[in-house]
């Protein structure tokens, strides 16, 4: 059974860092594809960043430069680390795991190409 769950969400100032958690169960991690989203209020999901199974990264414009993606096939987790947080960052955040082995880069961003989905972790920053 697949398992992704996210930790590490909360309220924080505007200029401020949060390092997010997910953490995954029930398939081969290291072989896999990650990603994490995020959806804002009224608003629909969109791509954040994603780690290639080789370690390959890529982001959205809109992190780019801030957010760091991380990950340790050891511990079976992913991280996303935010620096210089700003109000426009505030959405839930979902990590998520591409449907097939091995795959990845060039379309990373396409939430259609993730199978499985954490339930999310509430990030909001305060100006």
């Known amino acids: 059974q697949v398992l992704l769950v996210e930790s590490g969400g909360g309220l924080v100032q505007a200029g401020g860092s949060q390092r997010l958690s997910c953490e995954a169960s029930g398939f081969t991690f290291r072989s896999y594809t990650m990603g994490w989203f995020r ?3 009224g608003k629909e999901r969109e791509y954040v ?6 370690g390959q990264t890529s982001y959205a414009d809109s992190v780019k430069g801030r957010f760091t993606i991380s990950r340790d096939n050891a511990k079976n987790t992913m991280y996303l680390q935010m620096n210089s947080l700003k109000p426009e960052d505030t959405a839930v955040y979902s990590c998520a795991r591409r449907r097939t082995t091995y795959s990845g880069s060039g379309r990373d ?3 259609s190409l993730y199978a499985y989905w954490g339930q ?4 909001t920053v305060s100006s």
């Open 49 to 54: 960043a994603a780690i290639v199974w080789n």
């Open 109 to 111: 961003y396409d939430e």
């Open 120 to 123: 999310g972790t509430q990030v």
């Open 39 to 41: 959806q804002a209020p």
